[in-house]
């Protein structure tokens, strides 16, 4: 052991959220320049001190990263994470619990499950009969849902694969859906045709009455209607589709209903934002991130589902090299999810929801929904016009000097991550073509005054272009 080495990953970890603030947000580099001088510093010929290669790499990340733990990164869904996420995160870098069977590490898989049970009561699922899991992340828990829908629809798929199908599966989504589901539908073998996409309202939601009509046409050309997706707390601009009015349609045309809650599932926490997600308890399968709005380091997903049965028919597989089942309470891991090794993923939620408790982790997300309203008051005042409308704290706004052409957003950018001290973006919302500004709060840390730097740099640099 290198205590020398330990003693320099303390000293970083003590304290870091104080000295993250001192650092630029946003570090430019040349692509090739940095390649070059990695390949220079690192010949991997001779052993060196791991003490000194510590120090030199932590003084890398220093200086390498946009920083998403900053209090001033307004920007994609990338939390500040607890500190107790970093301790168990440790943790399971040492201990390297193998999660595949349930015999392998016993305590660490009913952690897990505690945790699962405590967020499938938040999102109003039944205590008994949900299959409920980590993922890598929402990519995965969106694939094992489609995978659960297929499953359920079509058993024979598990053998035949989707030529089992008489009819070709749909699955409706908008233009403000993750793409995932792309992905998704080409891994499956469904290919891209099968993602339906429906037109949204001019408040960047689902229009339900189009989904109806595009289910009713679809079904009349021979499609058959898989899944229909429901999205809290779209990517673009932190909108929730008409949960309950979705489900209505799902239900009476037999699709399956996936509600997308990677980020926008933490408004369960809060008794004052949680009526955003009225309906998901109809969901058949919901996925939800514990390393967006839960603030746990990457990467830790979720998936519940309501069909246990379809999860297992979907994954199932013996082999006389893994442990015997041990007469556990939950399935073994690798016989009903995608992954097989399987780190301890649930931990770096378990230990701050035990240290903080759900009232902690309430607050905490309801302080950051409280910064994004602070940010729309602000912005307003100094002349910004929001364009979308969201108790969440993604916040869509532009200016005249943009609609009028005098500025682009991507030169507003530009200036504003050379000054180094907020990150944020800039996206195109529903069917328009026009780019907007796009900020998220995403730093429990994030104070009023972090937010006023954010206006305060954009008059700044709007002032000088
Ligand atoms: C982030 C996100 C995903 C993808 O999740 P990853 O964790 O990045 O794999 C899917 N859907 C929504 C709504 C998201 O915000």
């Known amino acids: 052991m290198s205590d020398a080495a330990w003693g320099k990953v303390l000293a970083e970890i003590v304290g870091f959220s104080e000295r993250i603030r001192m650092l630029p947000v946003v570090h430019q580099h040349d692509p090739s320049a940095l390649r070059a001088e990695l390949a220079e510093s690192f010949t991997f010929g001779a052993p060196r001190d791991l003490a000194e290669l510590t120090e030199d790499v932590i003084a890398r990340l220093r200086g390498g990263l946009i920083h998403v733990t900053h209090p001033r990164y307004f920007g994609l869904f990338n939390p500040s994470v607890h500190e107790a996420s970093v301790i168990a995160d440790t943790l399971t870098a040492l201990y390297n619990p193998q999660l595949a069977a349930w015999s392998h590490a016993p305590v660490v898989q009913e952690m897990e499950q505690l945790v699962l049970r405590t967020l499938t009561a938040l999102i109003g699922f039944p205590e008994e009969g949900v299959h409920a899991a980590f993922t890598s992340g929402g990519a995965e ?76 046409e679809d079904a009349a050309s021979g499609w058959l209607p898989l899944m229909v997706v429901a999205t809290a707390g779209t990517t673009a601009a932190g909108m929730v589709d008409p949960i309950p009015a979705i489900a209505d349609v799902a239900a009476r045309r037999g699709a399956w209903l996936h509600v997308d809650a990677a980020w926008g599932g933490a408004a369960a926490f809060s008794a004052k934002l949680k009526p955003v997600l009225l309906g998901i308890e109809r969901a058949d399968s919901v996925t939800w991130d514990a390393h967006k709005w839960l603030s746990v380091p990457m990467g830790a997903g979720m998936i519940f589902c309501r069909h246990p049965e379809a999860v297992h028919r979907a994954f199932a597989v013996h082999t006389s090299y893994m442990p015997p089942e041990s007469g556990s309470l939950t399935a073994d891991p690798y016989a009903v999810t995608a992954q097989w090794s399987r780190r301890a993923i649930g931990l ?106 954010l206006v305060g740099e954009l008059e700044r640099v709007r002032g000088e272009s």
């Open 141 to 216: 828990a969106n694939l094992t849902a489609v995978l659960a829908a297929i499953a359920h629809r079509c058993p024979e798929s598990a053998e035949r694969g989707v030529s089992a199908f008489t009819e070709r599966p749909a699955i409706y989504v908008t233009d403000e859906s993750h793409h995932s589901f792309l992905k998704a539908a080409r891994m499956l073998g469904l290919g891209t045709g099968a993602i339906r996409v429906v037109r949204t309202t001019p408040r960047f939601v689902m229009d339900v009455d189009a989904l109806d009509t595009a289910m009713a």
């Open 348 to 453: 770096k939620l378990f230990l701050p929801l035990a240290q903080l408790g759900v009232a902690g982790f309430a607050e905490r997300i309801e302080h950051q929904a409280a910064m994004g309203d602070l940010l729309r008051v602000q912005l307003r005042a100094a002349g910004w016009s929001v364009v979308n409308d969201t108790m969440l704290p993604v916040v869509n706004f532009t200016h005249a000097d943009i609609t009028k052409g005098r500025i682009t957003t991507r030169a507003l950018l530009d200036a504003i991550y050379a000054r180094g001290n907020v990150w944020f973006s800039d996206v195109v919302v529903g069917s328009g073509t026009e780019r907007v500004l796009r900020a998220c709060i995403t730093s429990f840390h994030t104070t009023a005054e972090d937010v006023g730097v």
